[in-house]
Every structure is written in C-alpha cells, then in structure tokens.
C-alpha cells in the first residue's frame, strides 16, 4: 500500500498507509505510548490510538480523521472560531482529568527531560492548531503526542493560549491570519472557563510569559547542540521571546477578566 507523507512533523515525520500513521521511533516512545495506552483504557477519544511498529520499527498509530489546519498560512477560518476555543478548552480539562492517575513506567524518557512526580499532569505540550483535527463542527482532537510529558495543568494550558487566543506575538499571530487583538481578552477567558479554570488568572500571564520563554530555550539549547531542525526554528524561538515581552505588558485588568462579559 502506498505512502501518503503528512503535513507539519518538522522534527518527526510521518506517513499514512490505510488508516494507520507510520513515524519514526523516538527515545521517547515508550513512554508517549504508555501515555496513550491509558487515555485509551480510560475512554479518551482525542487522541490517536496505538497499533505497534511496522517491519522498519517505526510506531503505528490510528490516524484521527478530518480537517487540518495544514502547513498554509492564514489559517482556515475554523482555528479562530469561539467554538474552536471552547473545544480545546474542554478538551484540555478531560485530558488534565484523565492523566490524573496515569503513572509512567519507571525509567520512562519525555523529549523535553521533565520528572514526573504524583500530583502532576500529562500535557500534550503542542495541542497547537497545526495539531488540531476539526471534524463536523467540532475538535476531534490532536496528533503529534512526541511532546507530551508531566507538567501543571497551568503549564500546558499556557502553550494553548499562547496558539489559540492567541497570546502569541503579534507578527506571529497576523500571519495566522488573527487581526483582532482588542478581542483577546474575552477569548481568553472563554478558553478558560471552557476548562472550568479555577486558578489565580491574575498569576496566569506569568506562566504564559514563562512557557513562551522555556519553548524559546529548548529550541536554543536544541540548536546549539548541532541539530539542523531546531537551528531552522531558532526564527521561532524570537518570536516566542516577543509573545512573553508583549504578554508582560498587558494590563492586570486584562488578566482579571474586567469587561469581557
């Protein structure tokens, strides 16, 4: 059966044969694997089943049908939809809720290096829309778990609003196709009450502004270390630095949710 090559994978390609996605083995297979291996034993249905390898050692997984937002840019109109948001909102809460009693196997390796410890999450780390599945009006879920690791609910989540508000900078998300800044406020708010957020938002923009920093690093370290694919989003990492600088800057009032009703 002949290969179909996917779009995006700009660190880990992948192919579809049939309705199975081929990829490349990583270090961290295994324990990505053992993550999904749960969602499914819990009935999460957002994210891609596991098959097994093929005869080239490569990790089969289900592929998760419908539409993408794809490697064009602006994006397709759906990304920035109030629907669009209140899904991946919901969508983040039974994730974070249903890793709650996940436990890694011991020795399990994550591609950012994190430790997991009891009381934390398993975060998909890049539930981006170039990682989204839109089906039928609705999110369908996310593809590409090589990032997935512990972390804080308010950790993960900070990389969605990042993409999905979004909190991104403003060069970043004009490209996008996102022109209407003066609305980011109420879609933040919608994205977290989509979640059932009960956390301090006033203390939420420090850890977007984190999270945008710690991509920025990773790809910093990633590309220092010779890797072509990392020294190519080194343009990326910038731009992140830009989101946390303008996140920083915006209003306490922003934060507070004051006049987005």
């Keep these: ?52 390898t093929d005869e080239h050692g490569r ?51 994550w591609l950012a290096g994190q430790t997991w410890r009891p009381g934390l999450v398993i975060g998909h780390h890049d539930a981006a829309p170039w990682n989204a599945v839109w089906r039928d009006g609705d999110l369908a879920g996310f593809f590409d778990w090589d990032t997935a690791g512990p972390s804080s609910r308010e950790f993960d989540l900070a990389f969605m609003a990042l993409t999905w ?12 196709g996102f022109t209407d ?15 059932g957020y009960e956390g301090d938002r006033a203390a939420f923009g420090a850890v977007v502004a984190q999270r945008a920093r710690t991509n920025a690093e990773v790809i ?16 990326v990492a910038a731009e992140l630095r830009e989101a946390a600088t303008e996140v920083e800057a915006l209003p306490d009032a922003f934060w507070r949710g004051e006049g987005t009703a």
């Design 220 to 235: 910093d370290r990633m590309a220092a270390g010779g890797d072509p694919v990392y020294t190519a989003l080194l343009p």
């Design 59 to 109: 990790e089969m997984l289900t592929h998760l049908a419908g539409e993408t937002a794809g490697e064009e840019l602006p994006w397709p109109s759906w990304v920035y939809d109030d629907a669009a948001l209140r899904s991946v909102g919901r969508w983040a809460r039974r994730l974070h809720d249903a890793t709650e009693t996940f436990e890694p196997p011991p020795g399990a390796r």
């Design 165 to 176: 508000v979004p909190l991104h900078a403003r060069r970043f998300a004009r490209r996008t």
């Design 1 to 52: 059966m002949e290969e179909q090559r996917l779009p995006g994978g700009r660190t880990v390609g992948a192919v579809r044969i049939g309705d199975a996605v081929h990829r490349d083995a990583q270090p961290w297979t295994p324990a990505v694997h053992a993550v999904l291996r749960h969602l499914e034993a819990v009935g999460f249905d957002g994210a891609p089943r596991v098959l097994g």
């Design 181 to 195: 800044f003066d609305d980011r406020a109420r879609r933040l708010h919608l994205f977290l009450d989509a979640y």
